[in-house]
């Protein structure tokens, strides 16, 4: 039911929300969260590494999770791995329900456990230096353990 | 059983993949962990408890506890960082 | 710096976000809510009234008060006002941040004022029988109240 | 002073807009409701305590103690229900 999508292409964030609302007349509220690749100290690029036999797996118990917990018409979830330079998009994720608390806080929950529980991983490749793996942030980890 | 790495242990241990057969004392995350650090000094270094490395076992989070058996694909890696 | 517009006409999610990213490099994360027109009990159409000189003003300075109270890079708010028929999109709200929990905590921000603070009001037009005003519902004004 | 009213109030008086010229007496906008009220019966019923009716002073939503002067643009309204 959810729709999980793992791709190096861009994704198309109006054709996306269009799958989920369109001939329907039961939403009342669609969220969406977008992450993009920041420029930070001198990014040239990320490149982001996955578990290709586990991650739409991944992906999609979170998304199932999701709907468990919150009355969602819908949800999706696109990631994308390879390299990505910065302005680009790198997630999306959205959440369609008949009203907005559930819209909102569902779209928040998917990108908490999205951070912690799904299996990417970024490297940065600095405009000067070597290459490094991103560290795992506690306030993630205390973000996703909130819900 | 089959050994997948994938971040900066894959970069350190310099594979992606091992087959191994483990002991047959060996049948939880936590023994294997222990095996694996034996393996060399690279791994040990990878799997020394400082390191934070994580596992899947069949595509699903394991923790130590979890029990590992012969033909178990098991993933080690650090934290994610996707999103 | 807030983009508000108040208008007939639908509007367009993907060029908005576009507007707020676009040739930006320090935005990590992007957050929408789109609020759409249901059919609920029966609905035909909903009707917006609104108090045009002084709702401008109202958003704008909602949206001020999610700029001072998160690091936004930006925000945007639309909301369309006239006849509505089930399925239409009737609002939507955009906040840019470096990070996530800026971005989706003054989305969910944004509506919340706006459904308590501007001067916009739904008539319901069922299938059959009489129009009749939409009432305020407490639970809106709670979920303003947390901020 | 200009009086404007939306949604319901505006239906229920069958006027959008009204001009009026308050006594010097009402000095807030609870003083301002007082006199509006007793324009009509019409007024009487729209203004009761119970309709919960809200207002706004030159474009700001105002409480009751707001002060309300000749000139000013007075909008009163039923709670909103926009987004």
């Known amino acids: ?147 | 059983m089959k050994i997948l790495y994938f971040a900066w242990l894959r970069e350190k241990l310099g594979v992606a993949e091992e087959e191994i057969t483990p002991p047959a004392g060996v049948v939880t995350v936590r023994d294997l962990i222990a095996h694996m650090a034996a393996r060399s000094p690279a791994h040990a270094e990878a799997f020394a408890a400082g390191k934070g490395v994580r596992c899947a076992v069949n595509l699903d989070f394991a923790t130590p506890d979890d029990p590992v058996k012969p033909g178990d694909e098991v993933a080690f890696f650090p934290p994610v960082t996707g999103g």
Do not use: N
């Open chain 1, 1 to 147: 039911m959810p729709r999980v999508l793992v791709q190096e292409a861009p994704f198309d964030v109006a054709a996306e929300m269009a799958r989920l609302t369109e001939s329907r007349h039961d939403i009342g509220a669609l969220a969406s969260f977008t992450g993009l690749c920041r420029a930070d100290d001198g990014l040239a690029a990320m490149v982001l590494e996955h578990y290709p036999a586990m991650t739409e797996r991944a992906l999609t118990r979170i998304a199932e999770q999701a709907m468990e917990r919150w009355p969602l018409t819908g949800c999706t979830i696109i990631h994308r791995v390879g390299r990505l330079t910065p302005g680009e998009p790198i997630v999306l994720v959205l959440a369609a329900s008949a009203h907005r608390a559930a819209a909102l806080e569902a779209c928040a929950f998917l990108m908490d456990w999205l951070k912690t529980r799904a299996p990417f991983w970024k490297r940065e490749e600095p405009r000067e230096g070597a290459p490094r793996w991103v560290e795992a942030r506690a306030e993630d980890d205390a973000a996703a353990a909130r819900w």
